[in-house]
């Protein structure tokens, strides 16, 4: 039966105690510490909303250089396309130009050619001429150098003359 | 349930173990006197030759009278002749007279027995008895432990617990987390968390100090039945003092419930108010109270024999005994936390029909 009889000092001396430490506990252990834990779960959520925020930019960054890198690519593509193009237009029309130049200076070296040969004709018939005047300047003094000969020649001429 | 069957075998085990043998062994070892309070801590040794604290004694009677328990226990024993064995204090304490651990006040140099009780007065009792001495030890470690785990906080701010910090404050957060925010759900534990980690811690320091078998353990507090009692009376108080319109309600005028019924029904009501407190109180005390008797029990056989050799069995058993109570310390501060978190819960829940 005493086992189960409440005594009055004890209950006394509990009372007082525990109303003690529920005082300063409360006052200065479970509000200080709930309060730092709420902190501290409240930085925690917001490292973590940080984080995947971050991770978005990341990704959204990520796509936006893989964006320009296929931009770049391609105009790198097409520069080159175009350079080339740009390259055998330019050959062809190098390849053109000296085909008409070429011909042009064939051309005007055939006239040069032609005009010279002319020239080289007129002045050789030139001298052909005093050549063979000069020739038969001397076949004519030649032949009449004597007068068996002028008289030769009389007779050849007469003879020619009268078969006429 | 399956602890509680297994614990409850035990229980009953060891009172079968234990009832013979104190009818046998009484003199060498008395457990019902190691599970109640004293006014000297013992340590060791028996009668004069033992060691013992001894404790204050602090009476009011005409004015407060303050004296050491040592004045009893090495007062003189009362007359052998008599039936009944008590001790006449001296010095300071004489006038007194303590039997079974009570004070009263001598009648003619003697106390009267009525049916196997005194019938004489007693003083009003305030001393620091080996309960109170433990109530304050355990009060002071929890205070040193806590306090310096609100240091660390304040100290470091919001980061992660380092040190005690890391032991306690998992402790806080169940309690929180998962006695006090499903049971009082919206907010309304910020108002009784408070009271809560404190029953629990307090509950849960004095429980393991209990089991520890020498000063500063080993005093049965928690299976006393007026801390439990104090405790119950709390979660009562706050019980009905936050009930809202909405518990009294159902007190009075239970919806539903035919008006013929009604006068059943409201003492039923408030036999009910006081029932689930005093379920609290009886919860506790003997689960404690029981945990030490198993694990005296067990030693005792050694005693009770005679024979060392009888340790390969009482060891070996009050070590297994002793872990299962570790486990209960925890479990019983959590369900009297839970169960009040529950009762205040049930008064303040909103009305949801």
């Known amino acids: ?74 105009e790198r593509d097409s520069i080159i396309m175009e350079a080339k193009e740009a390259g055998t237009k330019m050959i062809e029309e190098a390849r053109d130009k000296a085909k008409i130049e070429g011909a042009k200076l064939i051309e005007s070296a055939r006239l040069a050619i032609q005009s010279e040969r002319n020239a080289a004709i007129a002045d050789m018939k030139a001298q052909i001429a005093t050549f063979s005047v000069e020739i038969a300047e001397n076949i004519v ?16 001429m007469a003879e020619e003359l009268k078969l006429n | 349930m399956s602890l509680y069957t297994f614990r409850s075998f035990f229980a009953v085990f060891g009172l079968f173990l234990l009832l013979p043998f104190s009818l046998k062994a009484n003199e060498e070892f008395d457990i019902m006197h190691h599970i109640q309070d004293a006014h000297e801590w013992h340590l060791w040794g028996e009668g004069h030759g033992g060691k013992s604290i001894y404790l204050p004694i602090i009476l009011y009677d005409n004015g407060i009278k303050l004296f050491s328990s040592k004045d009893f226990y090495h007062g003189q024993k009362s007359d052998t002749n008599n039936t009944h064995e008590y001790m006449l204090g001296v010095g300071k304490a004489s006038g007194y007279a303590l039997f079974h651990e009570k004070i009263y006040s001598l009648k003619d140099g003697k106390l009267q027995f009525h049916e196997d009780h005194p019938t004489n007065h007693m003083p009003l009792d305030f001393s620091i008895t080996k309960n109170v001495l433990s109530l304050f030890i355990g009060s002071f470690l929890l205070l040193v432990i806590l306090l310096s785990t609100a240091r660390y906080y304040k100290k470091n701010g919001a980061v992660a617990p380092k040190g005690i910090a890391k032991f306690i404050e998992p402790l806080i957060i169940f309690v929180r987390d998962e006695v006090a925010i499903p049971n009082l759900p919206h907010g309304k534990h910020k108002k009784y968390i408070g009271f809560l980690t404190t029953v629990f811690f307090f509950i849960l320091i004095n429980n393991l100090l209990g089991m520890i078998p020498i000063f500063p ?4 507090l928690t299976g006393n039945i007026t801390v439990t009692f104090f405790l119950a009376t709390c979660t009562l108080l706050i019980t009905l003092f936050s009930g809202n319109k909405n518990y009294w309600k159902h007190i009075f005028a239970t919806p539903g419930v035919p008006l013929v019924l009604l006068p ?4 039923i009501e408030i036999v009910g108010i006081f029932t689930k407190p005093f379920a609290l109180m009886i919860r506790l005390f003997a689960n404690m109270t029981a945990g030490h008797i198993i694990v005296l029990a067990l030693f005792s056989i050694i005693f009770v024999n005679k024979s060392a050799g009888w340790a390969g069995l009482s060891v070996p058993m009050a070590l297994f005994i002793s872990l299962l109570e570790v486990l209960v310390a925890f479990l019983q501060a959590y369900l009297f936390s839970m169960l009040s978190a529950l009762f205040i819960g049930a008064a303040v829940e909103d009305d949801h029909h």
């Not at chain 1, 709930?34 to 925020?53: G, T, W």
């Not at chain 1, 003094?141 to 050849?156: H, P, T, V």
């Open chain 2, 217 to 220: 353990g080993g005093a049965n």
């Open chain 1, 1 to 74: 039966m005493e086992l189960v009889t409440p005594s009055y000092g004890l209950l006394f001396w509990t009372g007082l105690t525990f109303c003690l430490l529920l005082f300063v506990l409360a006052r200065f252990v479970w509000k200080p510490v709930l309060n730092a834990v709420n902190a501290r779960s409240q930085k925690i959520d917001e490292a973590l909303q940080e984080a995947e925020k971050a991770r978005q930019e990341m990704k959204n960054l990520h796509a936006e250089n893989e964006r320009i890198l296929k931009e770049a690519k391609a």
């Open chain 2, 264 to 267: 059943i029904m409201i003492p």
């Open chain 1, 141 to 156: 003094k030649e032949s009449l150098s004597s007068d068996e000969k002028q008289k030769s020649l009389a007779n050849k």
